[in-house]
């Protein structure tokens, strides 16, 4: 592992290892650029990981729950992001959608909505489309590049015949970046069922062990795990200086940079600009436009799970491999804009009781309990329209571990999220109805694992944080890497569309500097 001078400002600092950020830095590394990486959180081995959901949350989840101001059944929400090398890429699923050309058009396509801020994409769809199939190839998705699909477990037969029966078509087991054969040097997928837990074999694509070692292979990166970013500094010209950071034994470090790349998911990303407020930029680094920490989406998600007559042993096999489409297109007669996607999902028993059976004791979590086995399940994720007060601020009176303000979510739900729910609860509960679920279990996902917005994406500096490349308006040697970037959420899971932002963000960087425009 290459180690470079904290006084060496030839380098690129990137802030975060996650989709974003350690696809960024492999991409830079292959490219000729040095690059540091600061991670929060340590480094895991294959080894670590356990087939045990509350053992594994212990050691992903970020340990530091922002502040939550939301109006209840929000107010418990915390949104789900790992500390670790890697970052959520260990615990993702492993769908991999691309937002469609309607998603990304979305104030085009869905006009003006009261209260709604959503905004079109400012990268051209043809190029974005080009970018998101190099992603595809990266990650070995199935169904595109020639790589067949995964196999469909008891839970995807059954979400498959309900779907059919209620007249679905667009049902397939998906787009998954985890291997249905051998590829990469790692192997197919066995169908252990503990997708969310990290991948023990490694099926599933994770930065962890491909972006991270081929770049740690060039010789052009130093990974520095354990090291939490403080803030970003400036020179008198209001360019990217360098970052204050503390390292693993709480000291301060100071690493100096040509250019900085903000990766540390949406909420602690705009935190981090917001607690690098200086003299120059008194509202927070690159927010001269006050956009910094607004338009926090994360996905509508509920949960629908059915007890079937006979077994179903839903959690063997791939926890999502199942997806219905039908429902995605934006079709406002149904009385909201956007869309979303059934997929299949399932829970251990520890968590589908926690999940699922939340304040019930006795008799009816007994009988939850014991029809375990029958359990076939979905969740929801709809497309959640931006608004301007739905926001990542910094707490007025929670300070971390290093004195500086914790994040604040506060976030309300539209109503086009209302009429969106219940037209999919309703549709949800028709499917398993349809192949004779004897009981439903419905439940608001009040946690949220796919957190965007906060630093979005604009063509007028004044609409937004950052440009087409995720370049700030404001910095020019600053960078957004990560889903804060989106202007819009779509009904994808975000994760190809981050990586493929940041494969695009590489190219643009690595030309400017060899062009020394930056």
């Not at 667009?170 to 837990?197: E, H, K, W």
């Not at 081929?214 to 360098?242: K, V």
């Not at 804009?337 to 304040?359: K, N, R, S």
Request: glycine residues 10%; hydrophobic residues 40%; neutral net charge.
């Amino acid at each position: 592992m290459s180690a470079f001078d904290l006084d060496d400002d030839s380098v690129v600092v990137i802030i975060g290892s996650g989709a974003g950020g350690a696809t960024l830095a492999n991409e830079l590394c292959q490219q000729g650029v040095r690059c540091v990486l600061l991670e929060a959180g340590e480094r895991l081995t294959l080894t670590d990981f356990e087939n045990d959901e509350f053992a594994m949350a212990g050691k992903l989840a970020w340990p530091d729950a922002p502040e939550v101001t939301s109006p209840a059944p929000l107010d418990t929400s915390r949104p789900y992001v790992c500390k670790a090398v890697g970052g959520t890429t260990l615990h993702w699923s492993g769908i991999a959608l691309r937002l469609n050309v309607v998603e990304r058009r979305a104030r085009q396509e869905y006009g003006t909505l009261a209260g709604a801020s959503h905004a079109d994409w400012p990268v051209p769809v043809a190029d974005l489309d080009a970018y998101y199939a190099r992603a595809e190839d990266k990650l070995g998705v199935t169904g595109t590049h020639g790589t067949p699909l995964l196999p469909g477990n008891n839970n995807f037969k059954v979400l498959y015949n309900g779907a059919r029966r209620i007249g679905y078509r667009d049902i397939s087991t998906g787009t998954m970046a985890i291997n249905s054969r051998a590829r990469d040097g790692r192997p197919g997928c066995v169908q252990m069922g503990f997708c969310l837990q990290g991948c023990k074999i490694a099926a599933k694509w994770s930065a962890l062990y491909t972006e991270i070692p081929r770049a740690e292979q060039t010789g052009r990166l130093d990974l520095r795990p354990g090291c939490m970013a403080l803030r970003i500094e400036h020179d008198a010209r209001g360019r990217a200086s360098g970052v204050v950071y503390a390292d693993r034994a709480g000291r301060q470090q100071r690493q100096r940079a040509r250019v900085v790349c903000v990766a540390a998911n949406s909420v602690q990303s705009a935190r981090l600009l917001l607690n690098s407020a200086s003299t120059t930029f008194p509202q927070g680094l690159a927010n001269s436009s006050g956009e910094v920490g607004r338009n926090y989406m994360t996905h509508n998600h509920v949960f629908v799970m059915a007890r079937m007559p006979k077994p179903v042993h839903a959690y063997r096999g791939t926890v999502q491999a199942g997806l219905v489409a039908d429902e995605r297109p934006h079709r406002p007669e149904r009385g909201f804009a956007g869309g979303y996607m059934l997929e299949q999902i399932a829970f251990g028993l520890p968590l589908a009781t926690l999940a699922l059976q939340t304040g019930s004791w006795g008799q009816q979590l007994g009988e939850f309990i014991d029809g375990y086995a029958n359990i076939a399940g979905l969740v929801v994720l709809g497309e959640d329209l931006p608004q301007p007060d739905n926001r990542v601020t910094l707490s007025r009176s929670k300070m971390d571990a290093h004195g500086l303000p914790i994040a604040s979510i506060h976030r309300v739900p539209h109503a086009n999220d209302h009429a969106m729910m219940k037209h999919a609860t309703e549709r949800a509960s028709a499917l398993y109805q349809a192949v004779g679920a004897e009981r439903l279990y419905v439940r608001e996902a009040t946690g949220t694992t796919h957190n965007l917005g906060t630093n979005r994406m604009s063509a007028n500096p004044r609409d937004g944080v950052v440009n087409m490349w995720g370049q700030t308006h404001d910095v020019p040697n600053l960078f957004v890497s990560d889903g804060s970037q989106f202007p819009t959420s779509g009904a994808a899971n975000p994760t190809l569309t981050i990586v493929a932002l940041a494969i695009r963000q590489a190219d643009y960087i690595a030309r400017e500097f060899t062009a020394r425009s930056l």
